[in-house]
């Protein structure tokens, strides 16, 4: 699988593969940095190609996604993460119906159109998890990743890479920014976050969806009687941050950490972002945390999951073979045939071959025009008179040299198309003595009208699905006329 870790500058790419005994092997890793930093137009699709775009095809160069599952992960920076509390009464669908209406309330421009996504934490489903991403942004990474042969399998936050990798049930990840802490927190079913501050070494709550004390208290920062959870940090931490959070269960990341590294390895790649991209090699979250690339909708989360599929991965390979114990089969032996039945097998045989023999030799007669039963007296063989090539240029024989200049066009029009498009994307082609249609399905303008060099009588597009990364392009051409 190839991981590719999407920052605000730049991003990280890596290809790995499970190894003989159950681990991972991390193959290559490539940093490709932007033309220019993408924060500033999440919402343009041209800036987004020109920049973003360009960067993953330069990844693919120097690390082929044709023919592989690509998960992606994309920085917390163009993420917007809330949380919605759940009701006893109140099912799904209302839920969901009350988040796009959240997201709707918001009144943002029309070009600035966001995808809705949520999650919810069982068995307990406390809150819900909401997660809002520019939907230009979504749609330029999958259509980049499929225009090169490669399969968008997932895609979502860093923070949900870190959480819901599945190494515990409760977690939290910690982002440092200066002197604050950005915060994402899954406990006991239910998901927090907010900003937490250290002056002179003292904690302060900026902000959070959970109280001061329930907050400060679940990472072991004051004196409380309240569960602690381990906190992760992908970041660097120096002396003074690592003191601030001594008294917790802080586990700081080291990258490609659990991976067996190939000799191969020489990039030099971001700490941060170098972290993000082992969890989403090591970790679940690819396979369980709600996926970008999907519809928008809630997704369930459920922990026991993963640890019974982590249980199995990690035993298979150490199991040793049950071989299962069969009962000896006795094998029947087989009687030799008798005279009188090899007497029947071989008459059989010879009536086979005899009306085989005959039943060609009659097709034979008939295809010389010498029928074996019967003859039809109205069946006359006609000569053709030989063609006078005088006659022929003087234009007196009606022969239509038309015919051999259509047919050399129709072949010329088809030649260009194959050679210049892809035979699988092709819905509907349909070509006659007078006019080409055709239906094509792509994701960027196939320029058929350029192809062909013939003018259009009829041409639309679509979109082929709801998050309008495919589209189908519909024309129709008339053939000249030959005079």
Partial sequence: MIGIVVSDKFLIAGVWSDDENGGLTLHNVKQVNYNDPISGFVHKEG?????????I???????????????????????????????????????????????????????????????IYL???????????????????????????????????????IMDAGHVSDAAIVLKNKNQYKFFMVKNCRFDHGVIAFSSGQPKLISSTE????????????????????IYSADKLGRQALGCWEESDLRVMVPFDDMTLTSALTETTSHYESNVLTSLA??????????????????????????????????????????????????????????????????????????????????????INKPLFGENEEYVIKKIDPINLKERSEGIVDYDINMHLQSREISNVISKLFESTELKLYNNLTITGTFISLEYMSGLNPDIEHIVGLETTSYSVESAGSDSTMFLWYYSFDFPEFE
């Fill in 282 to 367: 090591v970790g679940a979250s690819s396979r369980h945390s709600f996926n970008f690339f999907e519809e928008e909708k809630i997704s369930d989360f459920l922990f026991t999951e993963i640890f019974s599929e982590e249980k199995d991965i990690e035993k298979e390979p150490f199991s040793l073979p049950q071989t299962e114990i069969k009962p000896e089969v006795k094998k029947k032996r087989t009687e030799p045939i008798s005279g009188g039945e090899m007497v029947w097998l071989l008459f059989a045989l010879i009536v086979i071959m005899g009306l085989f023999f005959a039943m060609n030799y009659i097709k034979f007669r008939e295809s």
């Fill in 47 to 55: 800036e987004l190609n020109s920049s973003l775009g360009i960067a």
């Fill in 211 to 230: 109280n001061e004390e329930y907050t400060l208290g679940s990472f072991r920062l004051i004196k409380s009687d309240i569960d602690d959870v381990p």
């Fill in 123 to 161: 068995p307990d489903e406390i809150n819900i998890h909401t997660v809002a991403c520019s939907t230009t942004l979504i749609r330029t990474i999958k259509l980049s990743i499929s225009e090169l042969g490669g399969n968008p399998y997932w895609m979502g936050p860093f923070s949900s890479v």
């Fill in 57 to 119: 095809r330069r990844a693919s160069e120097l690390i082929p996604f044709s023919g592989q599952d690509i998960a992606v992960a994309i920085s917390d920076d163009f993420i917007y993460h809330d949380s919605v509390e759940t009701e006893i009464d109140l099912a799904r669908e209302d839920y969901w119906d009350y988040v796009r209406w959240i997201e709707n309330k918001k009144n943002r421009p029309d070009n600035q159109k966001m995808s809705v996504f949520g999650q």
